[in-house]
């Protein structure tokens, strides 16, 4: 039941994990968004005839390119509560998606001017490193998912800047804005209106990730012990309940003859009890000793105790080997088992496991001599 639970709660753990993992931030509409921007106050670009337009859920802008180099676009710059100009991370996101329209049909670009401390000017975004993709729509509008780990720093900006066209590398952490413009496949001399809806940026935070492995491990780590302990509790109640079970056979040494009206009987229980800890007793020697057959010393012993002459005897043996452990800390496992009668330790161990489900060892540890206290002396009457 606890692993149930607990599987239970790592599953609603793991689905809160993943589902706050995957990031989704909306830039429209403007008022509503958690990265608030605003658009320039002046026309953007070359062209004077650019209009822009931003509804609650759309973004557009119509414009005539009377010649080749003039440029237009729509641009979203990053402000923060008080509307002053910020630079955003966007290290968390992997891609931009939006569906844009457009008359005519138009090659577009989408445009992240990020800062570099190394060379560029605050304030100036011509010395900002500028990557740029591109991105189809027609009159139908088109859907696209543009990935912010394929963009690319065009050559021109490297030329401008004089600087090295190899250094390609950028980072997304301090971007004052996203831009929305025409590419050089754009029509001139021909009116055109673009449209932009649906515009978010995706990713994942793997933060989110780490924290569910951490809680996973955590949690694994946290049932293991419990369970160990949980074990080790129910075993050590499990061995208190077998040794009080066995205190009667553990005051062999004061086996009263009140019960034995039969001097047989006596005879035999009083000798494997003085004898047990022989290892060369068994089942000839008792009958040998006792002028008792075989036959009738089993029958004796299933009779009074329920158990075979052998398993009388070893009972006899953990018992007290039981006992020793418990109370002699210094004797070994191996000359505790030679005390009560076992010339082979792995035998003796086997046996002991099966007992009391744990090794000697285990035992010793887990016990202290007032657990194994056999009935006082005085309550029995001595053979």
Known sequence: MALL?????????AG??????????SLLPAHATPLPWRLPTTAEGRDPHTRVQVNDDSLSYDFNLSKPGDYASVDLHFVDGAGAPKLVDLTRY????????????????MVIPTFDAQFSQPGKLLTYPTPVTYFACNEQGVRSKLSLAHLSI???????????ISR??????????????????????????????????????????????????????GFAVWLFLAHAR???ASMNTQLKRDLPFMAYRQLTLEPYRDKEKAAVLRFIATNYANAELDLDTVATET?????????????????????????LRLTEAARLLADNGSATVAEVAYSVGYANVSYFNKLFKDEYGCTPKA????????????PPAETATSV
Request: some cysteine; charged content about 20%.
């Open 16 to 25: 809160a994990c993943i589902y706050q993992s995957y990031l989704h931030t």
């Open 154 to 164: 065009p050559q021109w900006w490297f030329d401008l800047l004089k600087r090295d």
């Open 94 to 109: 992997s891609s931009v998606e939006l569906v844009a329209k457009c008359q005519p049909a138009n090659a577009l670009t």
């Open 234 to 236: 129910a075993l050590v």
């Open 168 to 221: 390609q590398a950028f980072k997304l952490d301090q971007v004052p804005k996203i831009g929305f413009g025409i590419s050089s496949q754009s029509p001139l001399q021909v009116d055109s209106h673009v449209e932009i809806t649906e515009l978010s940026l995706n990713g994942r935070d793997y933060r989110y990730i780490a924290a569910l492995v951490v809680w996973l491990a955590v949690s694994a780590v």
């Open 5 to 13: 639970l607990l599987l239970l709660i790592d599953a609603l753990v």
């Open 363 to 374: 035992f010793r540890g887990m016990t202290s001599p007032e657990d194994v206290t056999p």
């Open 291 to 315: 002028g008792v057959n075989r036959k009738k010393i089993n029958d004796l012993l299933k009779a009074e105790l329920g158990m075979t002459f052998s398993a009388y005897l070893n009972k």
